[in-house]
């Protein structure tokens, strides 16, 4: 088992990665169980295939699980359903001092996350993660956010879970769709700050996605690494450091907009397809060369993701794509930070990018076969 520390003055965690760690969930949360009621959110899905595991593991060491079983999907993370988890963690008699279990993907752990920090002014919650997204990504870093009719993640807030429980067991089940788009945002940690860990991906990458347990745990392990070191330098995105794990959710963003935040395109193909943008973006800046912009398309498509918006069927233009960023929560007073790359492993924030120049690009990529 891997431990990685987040270091946070006064709410430093570990993220923790290896295989069966939600058989050993119970020994894992310790003294963070305090009572014998524990109370679980989690969705149809995953309940299926893990929550008999979890609750063995509770009830084995003396407690009494109390499960929340949602809808699986985007749609929980909205008023209505959040109304129902605090209406139930009350009827729970959930405590500030309690720790409440997120089992899931980034939705659960959104969503769960939000309602820890609201409820009774904020109450502790666990990470339980169980795609790969949510291992690398999500269940890191205390984002917390439901959807409102104006946007994703538009309400939320920051709130660190005080443990992670990364258990590579959990990838075993997840459809394959769904783990090339949790691998899209592992190979963002290469492509933004780490060439040595891109190199890693280009060679292993289709691994870590057909299963392998060592692949898995070192591309957890690496990409939890660093955004624990991200995280630390810049909880709350205020110095720029954390700003560049943005990269490619903006022409992402655009996509997912485009595309009504549907099955039709995963949040982490749309990070895939906004990272080959940025990539050929930053080339046409002049910042790195065509090729290096290849290269990264090149990584990205040999491990099942999409690369080319022309195949995705948009029907819009350019201008209506650059249009969909006017609302990313990103904008600045009245500018758009986009997070463009000098090299492969060095991502920067551009604040100079006129959006006719990217609506322009953008009708190029549209048409490019
Ligand atoms: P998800 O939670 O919807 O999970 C994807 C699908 O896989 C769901 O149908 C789920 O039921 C199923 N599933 C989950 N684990 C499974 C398992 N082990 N076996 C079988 N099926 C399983 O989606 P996601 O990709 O994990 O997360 C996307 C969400 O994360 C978005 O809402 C996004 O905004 C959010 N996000 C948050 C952050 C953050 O920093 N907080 C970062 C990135 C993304
Ligand atoms: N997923 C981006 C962040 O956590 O900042």
Redesign the pocket.
């Known amino acids: 088992m891997a431990l990685i520390p987040v270091e946070l003055a006064g709410r430093s965690y570990e993220v923790r990665v290896g295989t069966g760690l939600l058989a050993d969930a119970a020994a894992q949360c310790g003294k963070l169980l305090r009572k014998r009621r524990v109370p679980v959110i989690t969705?149809?899905?995953?309940a299926?295939?893990?929550k008999d595991t979890l609750a063995a593991s509770l009830e084995a060491a003396g407690h009494e699980p109390r499960f929340l079983v949602l809808a699986?999907?985007?749609g929980?993370?909205s008023w209505q359903v959040l109304e129902l988890v605090m209406d139930w963690l009350l009827a729970e008699e959930v405590e500030r001092g309690d720790h409440i279990l997120a089992l899931?993907?980034?939705?659960?752990?959104?969503l769960t996350?939000f309602a820890a920090a609201i409820l009774k002014r904020g109450c502790g919650f666990i990470q339980l993660?169980?795609?790969?997204?949510?291992q690398v990504?999500?269940?890191?870093?205390?984002?917390?956010?439901i959807?409102t009719g104006a946007g994703?993640?538009l309400v939320g807030a920051f709130h660190q879970p005080a443990l992670v429980l990364a258990d590579l067991a959990?990838?075993?089940?997840?459809?394959r769709r769904?783990m090339a788009?949790?691998y899209a945002?592992v190979i963002k940690y290469g492509i933004l700050g780490d060439r040595a860990f891109f190199e890693w991906c280009e060679a292993e990458g289709p691994q870590v996605i057909a299963g392998d347990k060592a692949a898995q745990e070192y591309a957890v392990t690496e990409s939890v690494k660093a955004k624990a070191r991200i995280v630390a330098e810049d909880e709350r995105e205020t110095t720029g450091a954390r700003a560049l794990l943005n990269l490619g959710h903006t022409f992402g963003h655009a996509l997912e907009a485009q595309t009504g935040f549907s099955d039709r395109l995963?949040?982490?193909e749309a990070v895939a397809l906004g990272m080959v943008l940025a990539a050929r973006y930053s080339a046409r800046r002049g910042y790195i060369d065509d090729l290096q912009a290849a290269r990264i398309a090149s990584a990205i498509g040999s491990s099942c993701l999409p690369v080319e918006i022309a195949g995705l069927g948009l029907n819009c233009d350019g201008a209506t794509l650059a249009g969909h960023m006017l609302h990313d929560k990103k904008m600045d007073a009245g500018t758009l930070p986009f997070v463009l790359l000098r090299d492969i492993g060095e991502a920067f924030l551009d604040r100079a990018v006129s959006l006719e120049d990217v609506a322009a690009f953008l009708d190029e990529q549209l048409q490019a076969r």
Do not use: F, M, R
């Open positions: 969705d149809a899905n995953v299926s295939h893990w699986p999907g985007e929980a993370k899931g993907g980034g939705v659960i752990g959104d996350g993660p169980t795609t790969l997204l949510a990504d999500s269940s890191v870093g205390g984002k917390t956010a959807n994703k993640n959990a990838l075993d089940t997840l459809p769904e788009a949790g945002e995963l949040h982490g």
